[in-house]
């Protein structure tokens, strides 16, 4: 009914967080990278404000197929209350439930596949500084 609306709202909340750090950052730290044991280069570490971006995309994504899922439905309309639910307090009730529950749950598994893409890029980022040879 409306459990697109938490992970929009999670989705509004760290939209605005990485447009603060963004303008907060300092310049890029870079790091110097050896792809075929010859040639070495310098790369970006990815800063913070753009792996929150990463999860800004896959919640407004989510939220957006969600909502038009919902539409599609006839669960919400293009007149107010918007929400067909909000309109009777039995279902308005209901669909506080379901927020609570499965939109909950759809926001907190989107930010732990956000936290794994995290991990596996900070494993990269690692992994690619270790095989650097001793600088001379």
Request: charged share 20%; with cysteine.
């Amino acid at each position: 009914m409306a459990c697109f609306l938490v992970p929009a709202a999670e989705a509004v909340v760290t939209t605005i967080a990485a447009k603060a750090m963004k303008s907060k950052e300092a310049a890029p730290e870079t790091v110097k990278v050896q792809f075929d044991g010859t040639h070495l280069i310098e790369a970006e570490k990815i800063p913070f404000s753009r792996k929150l971006g990463w999860l800004n995309k896959l919640l407004w994504g989510g939220s957006a197929l969600l909502a038009f899922e919902h539409v599609w439905h006839g669960e919400v309309v293009p007149w107010f209350p918007f929400l067909t639910a909000a309109s009777n307090p039995a279902d308005a009730a209901e669909m506080l439930q379901e927020m609570s529950t499965v939109g909950v749950t759809m926001a907190a598994l989107v930010t732990a596949v956000w936290a794994g893409m995290l991990a596996v890029s900070s494993a990269i980022e690692k992994r690619a500084q270790k095989e650097l040879p001793a600088e001379s």
